[in-house]
């Protein structure tokens, strides 16, 4: 059996898996027909996902990506497409983290100012005893909560419908969304991007945070309605690791707007990422040579 992956050196990590020969294919030429498991490159799902035509033995697509937004609709019928959950929890909690932190200690402005402190004199708050709201608490969001607990912050957790969670007590349902953002010091989106999150953090839901809440996205551009941002920066902070669109362009207001920080999608892309998508790499690679089910399907391409 033939399985593709996009670099040598994911090749390399993945290893020797019996019954399966693991090809490098890096989208420039020709992929090999026979090949049944196909990894596409982390930074363009979608280019790969385009030349399914060239793949008439294809059966699984596993995705580098935690998200899967406009993918699906790529696949051709009989193709079953996985994601990588678990793979970027740590990476981008970790960046959500840093971004609070660089907005709450008011890293960029210090930087401004070549580090004087009478720019600094009204203070900065700490992420010790802050109110921090995790929009989308699903694997990243528990990798961010305990992080978040462990710098004493008290932390709330938004998700679909309502838990119990042995980390974090109650899971709220997005119904309470409105009667929560009141008294947050920070609110961490963490949602998938479909038709039901489009903008679904816009005017009405960023209107009720408190003056200098801080609002951090490391999950998709798309979820935040931009116009809303704009409209609210100055009195709301942003620490923004997704835009929509990617790349943000040159002249883009959000470059200009007040009290917004913006790294280019990053949060992920880690030292942390080759051994955990090896690692899932070579479980999927294992279980389908053996006939056993996949893990983190989210399109099942037999149904």
């Known amino acids: ?35 049944e498991v196909m990894v596409p490159h982390y930074r363009d799902t979608p280019a790969f996902l385009r030349r399914l035509d060239e793949l008439p033995a294809l059966r699984v697509v596993q995705t580098q990506l935690a998200g ?13 497409l996985c994601n990588a959950t678990g793979v970027h929890d740590d990476a981008t909690a970790e960046h959500a983290v840093g971004l609070a932190l660089a907005v709450l200690r008011r890293i960029p402005e210090a930087v401004r100012h070549h580090g004087r402190w009478s720019s600094l004199r009204e203070g900065m708050r700490s992420l010790t005893d802050s109110r921090v709201l995790v929009l989308g608490y699903g694997s990243i969001g528990r990798a961010l909560a305990r992080r978040l607990l462990a710098h004493g912050a008290e932390v709330t957790a938004v998700a679909r419908s309502r838990r119990d969670d042995d980390l974090v007590g109650t899971v709220h349902g997005v119904e309470d969304l409105p009667g929560l953002l009141g008294d947050q010091h920070v609110v961490v989106v963490l949602l998938p991007l479909d038709d039901a999150t489009r903008a679904f953090v816009g005017a009405d839901l960023l209107a009720r945070l408190p003056d200098r809440a801080v609002v951090v996205n490391v999950a998709r551009g798309g979820v935040l309605d931009v116009g809303a941002v704009l409209a609210e920066a100055g009195r709301l902070q942003f620490a ?10 040159d002249d ?25 998508i090896a690692a899932l790499v070579r479980d999927q690679l294992q279980r389908y040579a053996a006939g056993e089910p996949l893990r983190n399907v989210v399109h099942d391409g037999a149904r």
């Not at 670099?7 to 399966?20: I, K, Q, T």
């Open 252 to 276: 883009h207001p959000l470059w200009r707007a007040p009290d917004v920080l913006i790294t280019p999608h990053v949060a992920g892309g880690t030292t942390a990422m080759l051994p955990r």
């Open 1 to 35: 059996m033939i399985a593709s992956v996009p670099s040598a050196e994911l090749r390399d990590a993945v290893g020797e898996v019996p019954g399966v020969e693991v090809v490098v294919w890096d989208g420039e030429d020709a992929p090999d027909p026979r090949t």
């Open 68 to 80: 899967f937004d406009g993918q699906v609709e790529l696949l051709r019928p009989g193709v079953t």
């Open 240 to 249: 923004l690791d997704v835009t929509d669109p990617e790349p943000l362009p």
